[in-house]
């Protein structure tokens, strides 16, 4: 529900919209315009370590990953979030609330594949 509502705050206050991917990527330019981005991105750390250290009743779960799968993972999830003009929760918390047919049909498409893929997965034996 915050994520929403910050979300729409933004786009009723500045015109813009919430998307992370969009929106760090306009942050890199350091342009004296685009500030409010930082600001926005230091709101999301700083709301998450809160979370961590000041709210949560018990700690997060720590990844069992090695580190180079999780830089090539990186690595995946911006090359399709700059392929599909924007991530899968951009394209459904702010896609979706935008009324986008766009978002509508990339929503529709990562749920299709995430489908399949457990589908798969499942038949092949990989997951219970």
């Not at 919430?18 to 890199?28: D, E, P, Q, Y």
Request: glycine share 16%; proline share 2%.
């Amino acid at each position: 529900m915050l994520i929403g509502a910050s979300a729409t705050l933004l786009l009723l206050g500045n015109g813009r919209i919430a998307g992370i991917s969009g929106m760090l990527n306009g942050a890199i330019s350091f342009a004296k315009t685009e500030r409010w981005r930082w600001i926005f991105l230091l709101g999301l750390v700083l709301g998450a370590a809160l979370y961590e250290y000041g709210i949560a009743s018990s700690p997060t779960p720590v990844s069992t990953f090695s580190p180079w799968s999780m830089i090539l993972g990186g690595f995946w999830v911006g090359f399709g979030t700059r392929m599909g003009n924007g991530c899968t929760s951009g394209h459904g918390v702010c896609g979706l609330g935008r009324l986008s047919g766009r978002s509508l049909a990339a929503v529709m498409t990562f749920l299709v594949v995430a489908m399949a893929t457990v589908l798969v997965l499942r038949l092949l034996g990989l997951r219970s």
